[in-house]
């Protein structure tokens, strides 16, 4: 089983940052990967970024240039650092983790997510 946990969420002006954290625990190896995905009301879940356990990452094409997700494996946890925020990058930001069950097996676990609003 594991868990994750996200933080850092909060409201921020049109051009600021935020940092997000995800903690996780329980039965999970750094090899494994995880990421972001943000959800806004009447839209579909969509992915920001990923990272697997040797620090490879890819973004969505909205936020390449903007955001970006690290990984402390010592220490559980994964951010995703974001500057110039817009308005569209308001949305539930949720962690992700793909974990390796047996040799071929993923199961995926999901946060609870943290609420991102970029308003003036």
């Known amino acids: 089983q594991v868990h994750l946990v996200e933080s850092g969420g909060g409201l921020v002006q049109p051009g600021g940052s935020l940092r997000l954290s995800c903690a996780a625990s329980?039965?999970?190896?750094?090899?494994?990967?995880m990421g972001w995905y943000r959800q806004a009301p009447g839209k579909q879940r969509e992915l920001v970024a990923t990272i697997i356990g040797g620090g490879s990452s890819n973004y969505a094409d909205s936020v390449k240039d903007r955001f970006t997700i690290s990984r402390d494996s010592a220490k559980n946890t994964v951010t995703l650092h974001m500057i110039s925020l817009k308005p569209e990058d308001t949305a539930v930001y949720y962690c992700?983790?793909?974990?390796?069950?047996?040799?071929?097996?993923?199961?995926?676990?999901w946060g609870q997510g943290t609420q991102v609003t970029v308003s003036s």
């Open positions: 992700n983790a793909n974990v390796l069950h047996g040799r071929n097996t993923y199961l995926t676990y």
């Open positions: 329980g039965s999970i190896l750094s090899r494994d990967a």
